[in-house]
């Protein structure tokens, strides 16, 4: 069984060992302009065949469950469309979608999770977060922007593999092998996109009673008074947690749960609390005594802290978390707009802080 570990290198960054904070001086602009986070983007972690590098540095492979160097991730394509999205550049979602159906899908009814640098496909294994950040991009694009009937259908068409091969037990589940035709009985609480599932049962793909039973898991799953549980095994029914909490995960399994009526006070007051505390957020906390594990700031986290804080209606905290994000970016002077640290960075360094300054210019 492939057991594929792709959340342990986020935020590991480049930069994420500087600690001290920087000035800031002069206007603060968010995402557009030469000297933007989308513009480095473009400009420096984009293969020649359109593809998203993973790191700005070229490395070697060593293993098929991480990405390294200049390879793509489906996870990045996706975020990148949100991006799009977020900045109403219609164009650039399109070649998004070129690079999905030409590279990632291929030929082939699922998105592989990563390819070579050149485009190739060494893998037979989706992973369903990515699938379903790209599937909600493709609808949310064809209702934004007529005349690409398209981006619907490869939606559906998505979405029916997932359903034919990836759920168990009433659930998706992580990942599946086309190859050996294997999947795991997991679920990453962080997989679980509630607004992409919400607009399958719009488009009549999913059933209302299926998007119910997703909804239900993330607003009845149990916590240890602040952070969340990692994953849900779909056979046995129970939840897995993790000694050391990543931040990253619980963010994002923080912001789908926002789509629900359930209080996450506990987790927004204690973002604030460290925050307050030391003027920063760590990549990862103990879960026993809720002290930082590591010594390293990630501008993943500080992107996904803002949208949460938004979506608490904390403006204010979310200004302050955007501010501190700033003190990274752009600290190579070869790499405007960048988070690069010893010339080189993670390819979520940079497309996470640029989605929370969209939120953040949106709110």
Known sequence: MLRRSRRKILGLGFGLLLSAALGIGGCLSYAEGKESTKSFVAKHMTNPNGTLATYLKESPSVSPEMAAGREALSESLGLWMQAALAGNDEAAFDKSFETLDRYFTKDQSYIAWKLSPDGSLEVSTNALGDDLRIIGALLEGAGKWKGHPEWRAKAKGLTETLLIHSQKNGYLVDFY????????DTLALAYVDLSTLKRLVQEEVLHEETYLRYQTLLQDMPDDGVFYPKSFNVVSGEYSYEASVNMIDQLMVAIHTGKTKRDQGALHQFLKQKFKQTGKLFGQYRR???????????????????????????????????????????????????????????????LLPLLGEYALKRK
């Open 177 to 184: 092998d086309f190859a050996r035709e294997e999947s795991p």
């Open 288 to 350: 026993a005594d809720r002290t930082a594990a590591v010594t390293y700031e990630s501008p993943s986290v500080y992107g996904l802290a803002i949208q949460f804080a938004l979506q608490q209606g904390d403006r204010s905290f979310a200004e302050q978390l955007y501010k501190r994000m700033l003190t990274f970016k752009g600290r190579d002077s070869r790499y405007p707009g960048g988070y690069v640290f010893e010339a080189n960075t993670h390819i979520f360094d940079n």
